[in-house]
């Protein structure tokens, strides 16, 4: 399946509000809330499913030490791909922090799309450029896959 993607010259970015939980990766900004929003409005398009812990788990250093002990760990995470195939957590990095170290082995956790969830950035700008990144990873799979250089 080719999921390289076209912009939408009609693309509107979701509004970030005043109290709006936002997750920034570079230019790319997410609006969690209305994300998780829809996450509970569309329950059949969204399960919820087991995940390791030590597979999504990165050393952080903004944690909130202070946060962690009201952490619910019984909340699923949000793992959005991030390249095809590729997942990074977008919201719940308290968790999962809290759950390595308790040893806990899995937490559940949303797997979200990118056809999904590039609809929560907050600019037209990031909308562009995640198009533009998105297709240069589909090109480089398609090169890795049919034996050319991608370096």
Known sequence: MDRKFII????????????DELYQNGIFIF???????YIRNNPDMFVPEPV????IYRESLNINESHLDSVDLTSPVILA?????????????????????????????YRIKAEQHFKFLVSRKAYAKYVEYWNCKIKDLKNLHSGRDIS
């Not at 977008?90 to 082995?105: L, M, W």
């Open 8 to 19: 939408d010259k009609n693309f509107i970015p979701i509004p970030a509000e005043e109290d």
């Open 31 to 37: 609006n969690i809330t209305k994300m998780l929003e």
């Open 52 to 55: 390791s812990v030590r597979k």
């Open 81 to 109: 791909e991030i390249a095809p195939d590729r997942y990074n957590v977008i919201d719940g990095n308290h968790r999962v922090e809290k759950a390595h170290r308790q040893s806990i082995e899995t937490i559940m956790a």
